[in-house]
């Protein structure tokens, strides 16, 4: 996730780039730069320093040559090449003469990047993005103008864009298209204050609305032309559409957490895109999986007898739902280890142990000592995060990231979806590698792992009857979370978040084992929430539930939509959409997270920031 902005005309574009990637830099700051340009020549700016870019990148474009007739901007959250000033964007073809910026993966960029390769084209940066500049370089040179080269262009890349380019041969003109990634158009009018008009494009309103609030979204495959009193919209194939005007009633603050109340509404609304960017371009048509950004290969890997994971937190929770995937699927045995606790016994490892650390931040002080304790040892390491180039992914033999894009919120929500998806993927990358796993069950796995998304998006959708179970439930200071199998972690996700951010006692149980001894508290009235979706073991959970039940106990079931007979045995339901077992936790998580938030709302709490917690922990 990154964030771009464009700006032509106006009397103070520059100022309005700048700011703007301000508002936009909650999409990523490893990185900020713009192209400015006058009557012709692209000037170029980029600073590279993590949540200082945009300071750094101020002062440099103070020594700009004005005035500035259009410019185009990009905030980075680093995907494919690290987070360095080379791979600051916008990307210049070879010519310097075309600038591009863009939000999004170029799924086959290896490909277009060969051929252009092959053709003389010269690489300056070890992105995606720079494909298109250099493409569009080769369809300028037909003589065409700059909208056109840019259609032409995006009918040969696969993949999510959003992105904005100029060219020194059309000075104030931006052409603008989006795929899968959002990008909002805007005109304003020339002011009563004599204020000239001008036209902008941007990743979000919050980065334009101080402008104007004539707004339009583009959908998929169109391009648009603006100039500053023109806006043209056309597909791919150049014809022109009517884009769909925006109404918008927010103010900025609201805006910038894209109309919710708060960040961790926000993001777990930007659940379906964390997980479907993190499956893109490695779920391959022909029903295989790839991984092969890596850094440890295939033949190292198919030498992998056992998977140790080491996490903390919400990380850990994913890292227990994943070891249901890799012994499943790859027949590995798997054990997943608190990584506070791991480095402090005798771990017993060597070459052919594959260590996997998952981490948000790939800061976490106790996973990165237990990283590095594997390594001592001899293991190969591996790290799913979502930061990159963070301590644990420089350090580690290979890396897997995830791409939910920079999260706010103290409590973890859609990276921990992403997580979910990044390790289920790896879990079948391993079994195919091992012949586990069968042509054909890859091909369906590989259906319910692209519906998974959708299925989040339908989930968050009934937040109104989630909110209507937790609010009978505000007075409840003691819950029990129960779950078996891949609804256990599942459960303490579930508790996890309700005592995060509405400080709420919730223990989680794996429901058969309750009988052997913290079933004595159960009571009437003390509140049980079941993970019971359907599953090998939904049985099971269900006797767990009825012995509770029998005891006076209120539940609450999080269950599969018309499994009617599990709502005959709970007080209320969660439904969720259903799908593969294994990877049900992606959605049944969900209603979970949308509990805590509502009870930690109706308590009046702070939900982003929550008392005595930090976002990334660098202490023991
Ligand atoms: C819970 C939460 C924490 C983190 C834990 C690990 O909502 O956010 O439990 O999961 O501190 O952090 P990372 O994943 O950055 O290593």
């Not at 009934?462 to 003691?478: G, Y």
């Amino acid at each position: 996730m990154c964030g771009i902005i464009g700006a032509t005309g106006g009397d103070a574009v520059v100022e309005t780039l700048l700011e703007g990637l301000r508002r936009l830099e909650y999409r990523g700051y490893d990185s900020a730069g713009v192209v400015l340009q006058g009557q012709g020549e692209l000037w170029r700016a980029r600073a590279a320093r993590g949540t200082r870019s945009l300071e750094d990148l101020r002062r440099v474009v103070d020594g700009a040559p004005g005035p500035t007739a259009a410019g185009i901007g990009h905030t980075r959250w680093a995907t494919h090449g690290g987070p360095t000033e080379r791979n600051a964007h916008p990307h210049l073809d070879c010519t310097g003469r075309v600038a591009v910026v863009h939000n999004g993966i170029i799924e086959n960029y290896r490909l277009l990047a060969d051929k252009l390769a092959a053709g003389g084209h010269q690489f300056s940066s070890d992105t995606d993005t720079e494909v298109v500049a250099h493409l569009i370089e080769d369809e300028l040179s037909g003589g065409v103008a700059l909208a056109d080269a840019v259609r032409a262009t995006l009918r040969q890349v696969q993949g999510a864009f959003s992105l904005a380019v100029v060219c020194a041969g059309e000075p104030g003109t931006i052409v603008a298209a989006r795929r899968v990634s959002p990008l909002v158009v805007g005109m304003a009018e020339a002011g009563e204050d004599g204020a000239a008009p001008a036209a902008y494009v941007a990743s979000d309103i919050a980065a334009v609305l101080g402008h104007t609030r004539n707004l339009w979204a583009l959908d998929d495959d169109q391009v648009v032309e603006l100039r500053p009193q023109s806006m043209r919209v056309a597909t791919l194939a150049g014809k022109e559409v009517e884009p769909v005007a925006l109404q918008v009633d927010w103010d900025l603050e609201a805006a910038e957490k894209g109309g919710f109340d708060d960040y961790m509404s926000k993001e777990m609304h930007e659940q379906p895109r964390a997980v479907a960017d993190t499956l893109l371009g490695r779920l391959l048509p022909a029903g295989t999986f790839a991984l092969d950004e890596l850094r440890i290969g295939p033949a190292q890997l198919a030498e992998v007898e056992r998977v140790l994971v080491v996490a903390c937190g919400s990380s850990h929770h994913a890292g227990l739902v994943a070891k249901y995937a890799f012994e499943h699927w790859a027949r590995l045995p798997c054990e997943v280890d608190i990584a506070s606790e791991f480095r402090y016994r005798d771990p017993v490892l060597d070459s052919r142990t594959l260590v996997v650390g998952i981490s948000q931040s790939g800061e976490t002080i106790d996973t990165l000592q237990a990283l590095r304790e594997a390594r001592q040892w001899g293991a190969p390491v591996l790290v799913v995060a979502n930061v990159v180039d963070s301590s644990m992914a420089r350090e580690a033999d290979g890396v897997l990231y995830t791409h939910a894009g920079p999260e706010v919120g103290v409590a973890a929500t859609k990276t921990h979806l992403a997580q979910l998806a990044a390790m289920e993927l790896l879990a079948l990358y391993l079994a195919q590698i091992r012949g586990t796993l069968s042509p054909a069950d890859a091909r369906l796995l590989f259906a319910d792992l692209s519906a998974l998304p959708g299925l989040v998006g339908e989930t968050l959708e009934r937040d109104d009857a989630v909110a209507e179970v937790a609010a009978r439930f505000t007075s409840t200071r003691d819950f029990f979370f129960l779950g078996r199998h891949v609804g256990l972690p599942v459960a303490m996700e579930g508790a996890l978040k309700l005592k995060e951010i509405a400080y709420v006692r919730a223990e989680a149980y794996p429901a058969g084992e309750l009988k052997h001894g913290p079933i004595a508290l159960i009571e009437p009235g003390t509140v049980v929430l079941a993970v019971a979706t359907r599953s090998p073991v939904w049985e099971k959970v269900m006797s767990n539930v009825a012995e509770v039940r029998s005891r006076g106990a209120t539940v609450v079931l999080v269950a599969n939509d018309g499994h009617e007979e599990a709502a005959a045995e709970a007080d209320a339901v969660l439904w969720v959409p259903g799908t593969h077992p294994l990877f049900s936790p992606v959605v049944d998580v969900v209603p979970l997270q949308q509990f805590a938030y509502h009870t930690a709302r109706a308590h009046g709490l702070d939900v982003d920031r929550p008392r005595n917690l930090a976002k990334t922990v660098t202490v023991e």
